[in-house]
Every structure is written in structure tokens, then in C-alpha cells.
């Protein structure tokens, strides 16, 4: 049997009861077509990049999946009738992943790591805002001149007097 990662939207006027009912109902929809189901993960009410479906918070669940295409493909298809699903993903993996997913850790077991934040700079010393060094200030195009040289004189000749 093929190995599964799925994470469907629930929308965000549901309570917390109501996606669990959810959760078990895609269950049992996998185990009636001969898969199981692993780790499932709650990951809460997160805010949407954009508005999906006129919602701007989902409530996200992770389910590790093993079974065949035939019980993903029905359960996929019963998410896609249920007004109270918004999106859903399904990506095959070689293998499930041990331990929390990457939403669940902490932030700080994140960043051990290493991020953005933690970077040598060198020997340029500390960035702040505006720094633009030895650059100079910006120019934009011909406004100041430029490379092309000062416009020239408009004169509107011919007009009605």
C-alpha cells in the first residue's frame, strides 16, 4: 500500500468537536477501503494568506495515510462535496516522517537549526534601516538628468491663440 501526507482546511466557523467529527469520518473512509490512518495533527485556527471561499482563518489537520489509491481517491472525493472542507492536499511519501511535524515544534527547537537571524555578517558590522553605505542616493531614470542628459524644452507651437 502507497504512503500518504494529507492536510485539508476545515473552515473556520466550525468548533473544535466538529473537525474532530470530521477527522473520524474521513477515517472511517480510509479503513472501510482496506488503509489506516497514522499520526494525526491538529494544528489549529491559522490565518490564510488570502480569503478562500469568504473564509480567512482554517482550522489545518495533518493525517499520515496508508492505503490504496481507491480509499485516498473516495476520500478525496467526499472532502470535495463537504461544504465544511475549504482545500486539501495529498503528496505520497517514501516514508512517514517520526515525531512532531515541522508545525508542531516549538519555535525555538526551529530555529536551533539556524535561520535568517543568526548570520555572520563578516566584517561589514551591523545593518541598520536606510543604510546604504558608500552607494550614494538613489537616482531614477532621467528625472535628474541621468546618463541621457537634461530633457529638453517642450514649446507647443500652432495652438489656438
Not at 473556520?12 to 468537536?17: E, G
Not at 473564509?55 to 467526499?78: G, I, V, W
Not at 475549504?86 to 508545525?103: C, D, N, P, Q
Not at 551591523?126 to 538613489?138: A, E, T
Request: charged content about 35%; proline content about 4%; glycine content about 14%.
Amino acid at each position: 500500500m502507497a504512503l500518504y501526507e494529507h492536510v485539508f482546511l476545515a473552515r473556520q466557523d466550525l468548533s473544535q468537536q466538529q473537525v474532530d467529527e470530521l477527522v473520524e469520518r474521513f477515517k472511517g473512509v480510509i479503513t472501510a477501503g482496506g488503509g489506516s490512518v497514522g499520526r494525526v495533527e491538529n494544528w489549529g485556527l491559522k490565518s490564510l494568506t488570502y480569503r478562500v471561499k469568504k473564509n480567512r482563518k482554517a482550522y489545518y489537520t495533518l493525517m499520515d495515510l496508508t492505503c490504496p489509491p481507491a480509499a485516498l481517491s473516495e476520500m478525496e472525493r467526499q472532502m470535495g462535496l463537504s461544504e465544511d472542507v475549504l482545500r486539501f492536499l495529498t503528496i505520497k511519501v517514501e516514508k512517514h516522517e517520526e515525531g512532531a511535524s515541522a508545525m508542531m515544534q516549538k519555535r525555538e527547537e526551529r530555529s536551533e537549526r539556524g535561520g535568517f537571524g543568526d548570520r555572520d555578517r563578516g566584517d561589514r558590522g551591523p545593518r541598520s534601516f536606510g543604510d546604504r553605505g558608500d552607494r550614494g542616493p538613489r537616482s531614477f531614470g532621467d528625472r535628474d538628468g541621468g546618463d541621457r542628459g537634461p530633457r529638453p524644452q517642450r514649446s507647443f507651437e500652432g495652438g489656438a491663440e
